[in-house]
């Protein structure tokens, strides 16, 4: 059923030895979306994914792929790119690929066509029959790309998928994951690129020392986290505003501050203000939180309170 989420993990935790890994985590992903993981190192992000692609058995808790728990035909549904390379490196690139395809239920016919066109389509189609160890670091992630999408996964489970990419393959690979999205897969996209997080994903989850700590869509986040705080060009004195907390250079542009505002006074109130002062104001700017800076903010708070 189209409305049975994806994923669904119901209150799961994981110990190894001393080490609480996930305590008590719950989430879901639905049919067609781009979902955000994030964490610092450490915070619990791979034995979650691990422990969704069931190579990780929970020690309490739940997770269902597709409405149930995970079985075993579900492996060909679901694919996973590691952060760590894992390819054969002194096979050839098709053959590598041909391989991976048929070990995904793919029949010899249809793995090589879908060879052809996943190298057409990242323009690698000329090192067919390079080994994979003569590829440059960049060229073997697409190749790992490819092989994680050859088989048309339902759910596609990518941790840190433009590691190593240069701007020009990035955008390739961002299109081909929103290309995911659009034909009903579902993908986690697990990256410590916020900009990435901010282009692809519409919801996130955050995790530090195995809890959530962040969950929710991108504008829910950055309207509970965000800083109120405008970028002004005027000739008023900001500082005497009673609105305002304080007033930095802002060192976007010269000429401007930020103003940071007081809990509870909003930027059309400071806007009155300004102009009831006669003030002359050549630029006036909501400033939204960075999600980078959101991150930070949130891993250090939670690494602060143990």
């Known amino acids: 059923m189209s409305d049975v989420p994806a994923i669904r993990v119901d209150d799961v935790s994981k110990r190894f030895d001393k080490t609480l890994a996930l305590d008590r985590v ?6 067609g ?21 069931d190579l990780i058995k929970p020690d309490s808790g739940r997770v269902e792929i597709f409405g149930r728990t995970f079985a075993p035909h579900d492996r060909n549904r679901i694919a996973y790119l590691p952060e760590e390379r894992g390819l054969y490196p ?22 090589r066509s879908e060879v052809v066109r ?33 088989a048309s996964p339902e759910i596609v489970c990518l941790d840190e998928p433009l590691s190593g990419l240069d701007p020009v393959s990035a955008r390739t690979v961002m299109r081909v994951i929103r290309d995911c999205a659009s034909e009903g897969r579902t993908v986690l ?19 530090a020392r195995g809890r959530r700590v962040l969950y929710g869509t991108l504008t ?9 705080a405008v970028r002004v060009a005027s000739s008023a004195d900001c500082s005497a505003c009673p609105l305002v907390a304080r007033v930095e250079a802002d060192g976007v542009s ?11 006074a909003g930027a059309d109130a400071f806007l009155r203000w300004l102009v009831a002062s006669g003030a002359s104001i050549e630029s006036f700017e909501h400033v939204s939180t960075p999600l980078e800076e959101i991150f930070v903010r949130v891993a250090e708070h939670a690494a602060a309170s143990g």
């Not at 719950?26 to 049919?31: I, V």
């Not at 610092?40 to 691990?50: D, E, V």
């Open 33 to 53: 979306e781009i979902f955000g993981l994030l964490g610092p190192n450490g915070a619990g992000k791979t034995t979650l994914i691990r422990t969704i692609l």
């Open 90 to 111: 002194r096979q050839k690139v098709a053959a590598v690929l041909e391989y991976l395809g048929a070990l995904k239920g793919m029949s010899p016919g249809a793995a």
């Open 254 to 264: 010269q000429g401007t501050v930020a103003v940071y505002l007081r809990d509870g």
């Open 118 to 150: 996943w190298l057409a389509r990242f323009e690698l189609s000329e090192y067919a029959d390079r080994k994979v160890e003569q590829l440059s670091k960049g060229n073997q992630q697409k190749i790992q790309i490819c092989a994680t999408l050859i």
């Open 220 to 228: 829910e986040i950055k309207r509970e986290h965000s800083t109120d």
């Open 26 to 31: 719950s989430l879901e992903l639905q049919r």
């Open 189 to 207: 996209l697990s990256t410590h690129q916020m900009n990435t997080v901010e282009a692809l994903c519409a919801r996130v989850f955050m995790i």
